[in-house]
């Protein structure tokens, strides 16, 4: 069983930055497929960025080129570095991944395991 536990959340003002982290235990990390997805209160959990075990990364439209997934594999840890922040982005934000090589990166049902999410809040 792995266990993913999300950091870094909180409030910051439109413009800002903010990093989260998620912290992976119990299973080899390094072959995980991991993504971000976020839900805004009164709307459904939304895909934000994914990384492929080989580094691969693809990003929403919304946060493309303002958000930066990454990892690293000898600190079982996945990375959201997140600038230029709207009000639009605040949500909870929750990490999740799976050991299968192939899917659709985008889709809740693709992965496997999810941490219980941590929130950023974007003032205008």
């Known amino acids: 069983q792995v266990q993913l536990v999300e950091s870094g959340g909180g409030l910051v003002q439109a413009g800002g930055s903010l990093r989260l982290a998620c912290a992976a235990s119990?299973?080899?990390?390094?072959?995980?497929?991991m993504a971000w997805f976020r839900q805004a209160p009164g709307k459904e959990r939304e895909f934000v960025a994914s990384i492929s075990w080989t580094a691969w990364t693809y990003y929403a439209d919304s946060v493309k080129g303002r958000f930066t997934i990454s990892r690293d594999n000898a600190k079982n840890t996945l990375y959201l570095q997140m600038n230029s922040l709207k009000p639009d982005d605040t949500a909870v934000y929750y990490c999740?991944?799976?050991?299968?090589?192939?899917?659709?990166?985008?889709?809740?049902?693709?992965?496997?395991?999810w941490g219980q999410g941590t929130q950023v809040t974007v003032s205008s």
């Open positions: 119990g299973r080899t990390f390094s072959r995980y497929n």
């Open positions: 999740t991944g799976t050991e299968r090589s192939s899917g659709n990166w985008m889709v809740l049902s693709t992965y496997d395991y």
